[in-house]
């Protein structure tokens, strides 16, 4: 890979590989986000040195000196990318406004000239062609564990919490950190009322199968090899399964929602968006996709830490009037109001979050 001072490999990351990146020439500044710790870290790379990026980790490349040639190498020869540009095009604004507590005008206006994927950036001008090809797919990143004696074969998930928004928006958790003998899988129980969201996020070591216990589920994900979102409406004992490290999200479309989640890793890791958008420099962005970076900066300020279930409390909402800077505040509704409710219009069919 070759570029020049004014570009970035833009922010991205590989569902399905590890990426070892060598410096040839030049000197690089390589920046990746840990899913487990939620830190940003930056590293200053010269010839000869070389940064390795787990697989499906938040990460991106900016040349330090005029010029920049690097080796890249992946753990798959048809290795897969998602690549940021698409992750915030393809993501709904309302889908932000409601994770997140952003207005849905102003995030709709601030990514407006993303308009397709970037790879390397500034968008302008266009000199790269879409990808065709085919895509390898690595089944699992199972942690290996040994246990010894008589295995503890029993757990209350309600002894586990994840994350808590409230007592009606729970994430529990079960794995082998509570039953050591169940190496090679883990499970999560989901709770969810109407107005809240599983907010949008990606597991670098598992894929993900959602089972809906009560309730009715709208459970949206992007295909990073289609650049395509594909929205399921999901009813008791229907099943998505999500790809290791694609992005997706889960909404509520009954009063209450109850899932139970599997995972195909004992130590699934979770890279949240909140995070994603949070650590990632607004000048990152800027350079990347051509965006206002004190616009960017100003539309995510809502977002303070790691969210996990939207939006954060207080819940101050916008109205999102599409295609217009008009913009209505309104408070969290009252207990004997009536909720706001949100339309999204999705291949040609409009529901109500």
Do not use: C
């Not at 308009?115 to 790269?128: A, D, F, Q, Y």
């Not at 300020?301 to 309104?330: F, L």
């Amino acid at each position: 890979m070759t570029f020049i001072l004014q570009n970035i490999r833009e922010p991205h990351w590989h569902p399905n590989a590890w990426e070892l990146d060598v410096v040839i020439s030049g000197e690089a500044q390589i920046s990746i986000v840990d899913p487990d710790t939620n830190k940003l870290h930056t590293y200053i790379a010269k010839p000869g040195q070389v940064v390795f990026i787990p697989m499906a980790w938040w990460h991106w490349i900016l040349p330090k000196s005029e010029k920049l040639h690097m080796h890249l190498f992946f753990n798959n020869d048809l290795f897969e990318s998602a690549e940021g540009s698409n992750m915030l095009r393809l993501t709904p604004p309302e889908v932000f406004q409601l994770a997140y507590g952003v207005d849905a005008n102003k995030i709709a206006s601030a990514l407006n000239p993303i308009k397709e994927s970037v790879v390397i950036g500034p968008p302008i001008p266009l000199t790269h062609q879409p990808l065709n090809r085919n895509t390898g797919f690595v089944p699992d990143n199972t942690n290996i564990k040994k246990t010894s004696g008589t295995p503890n074969l029993f757990f209350d998930s309600k002894n586990s919490i994840f994350h808590q928004r409230d007592p009606e928006n729970v994430l529990y958790e079960i794995t082998s950190t509570q039953i050591p003998a169940m190496v090679g899988g883990a499970f999560a129980d989901l709770y969810l009322t109407k107005g809240h969201i599983r907010e949008p996020h990606w597991h670098p070591n598992a894929w993900e199968l959602d089972v809906i216990v009560s309730g009715e589920a709208q459970i949206s994900l992007i295909d990073p090899d289609t650049n395509k979102l594909h929205t399921y409406m999901v009813k008791p004992g229907q099943v998505v399964f999500i790809p290791m490290a694609w992005w997706h999200w889960i909404i509520p479309k009954s009063e209450k929602l109850h899932l139970h989640l599997f995972f195909n890793n004992d130590q699934r890791e979770t890279a949240e968006g909140s995070d994603t958008l949070r650590l990632t420099p607004p000048e990152v962005f800027q350079l990347a996709y051509g965006v206002d970076a004190t616009k960017i900066a100003d539309v995510l300020t809502p977002i303070k830490e790691s969210v996990v279930i939207g939006p954060p409390h207080p819940i101050t909402r916008q109205t999102y009037t599409p295609n217009t800077s008009r913009v209505k505040p309104e408070e969290a509704p009252k207990q004997n109001q009536k909720k706001e409710e949100i339309a999204i219009n999705i291949n040609g069919k409009n529901f109500k979050l």
